[in-house]
């Protein structure tokens, strides 16, 4: 499978704490992005971040990358009851022969944040 | 200030009834995707389309078709619906092949009875 993997499948935590989720995938990548789904609803991105990048950041969510170990991690600092969701890694790998942009999905995470 | 449109939210059909998805952006982004997610699984995807050119999935079924008359509006046709067609049907749009960032719609849930 060329999707992505994210772990844990399920997490739940107190509002204030910090969020940690994991990624791995299989193959080459051209970049990783984080989205984020509320229940029933679509997709809303988040982050990218490139294959020659280690880390970055957005307000209060920081994404590591790590290529050599094809892991990608992003934390969610002091969380709150809105942050509960389902997050999902997205990798955009090398298809040989095709120029065309695609992402594969990971199952997600199903964060949820009690107050 | 909604920027991928999809209609129906919510849509219910008959076993073998054709139904058709509705998507539409205001982007006016190239490449427009649709994907089929179960419940707690990952978004699949099922075709797209880079201007008018069309790129069907590997293992999309002949039951799924799809038609972009325009820049803006693309569809998803599901020829003879089963059971286990039911799902939520995400569109989605990327500015080109530079493999950027994509922008959904809210989904259409599909109910088969």
């Known amino acids: 499978s060329q999707q992505g993997e994210e772990d844990p499948q399920a997490l739940s935590i107190q509002e204030g704490e910090n969020a940690t989720m994991n990624c791995s995938y299989k193959t080459s990548i051209n970049n990783l992005q984080w989205y984020r789904q509320n229940s029933g609803r679509g997709l809303v991105h988040l982050i990218l971040i490139r294959s020659n990048e280690r880390e970055k950041h957005s307000g209060r969510l920081r994404v590591t990358l790590d290529t050599s170990k094809k892991s990608s991690s992003l934390l969610i600092t002091a969380s709150r009851a809105a942050d509960t969701a389902s997050y999902f890694c997205a990798t955009d790998q090398f298809d040989r022969g095709s120029t065309l942009g695609r992402l594969y999905f990971g199952r997600g995470t199903q964060l949820t944040v009690w107050p | ?113």
């Not at chain 2, 920027?3 to 490449?31: D, E």
């Not at chain 2, 078709?65 to 059971?83: A, E, V, Y």
């Not at chain 2, 286990?84 to 995400?90: N, V």
Request: aromatic share 14%.
């Open chain 2, 1 to 113: 200030d909604a920027m991928v449109i999809q209609n129906p939210r919510y849509q219910v059909t008959q076993f073998g009834k054709p139904v058709t998805l509705s998507c539409s952006q205001t982007l006016n982004h190239n490449v427009m995707y649709w994907y089929q997610q179960k419940s707690s699984q990952a978004p699949k995807l099922l075709f797209h389309y880079y201007d008018k050119d069309f790129n069907n999935e590997a293992d999309t079924p002949d039951n799924f078709q799809s038609r972009r008359p325009n820049t803006s509006f693309c569809f998803l046709d599901i020829r003879s619906p089963g059971l286990g067609d039911a799902a939520m049907y995400l569109c989605a749009t990327s500015r080109d092949r530079a493999r950027e960032t994509q922008y959904f719609g809210p989904g259409t849930r599909l109910l088969v009875l």
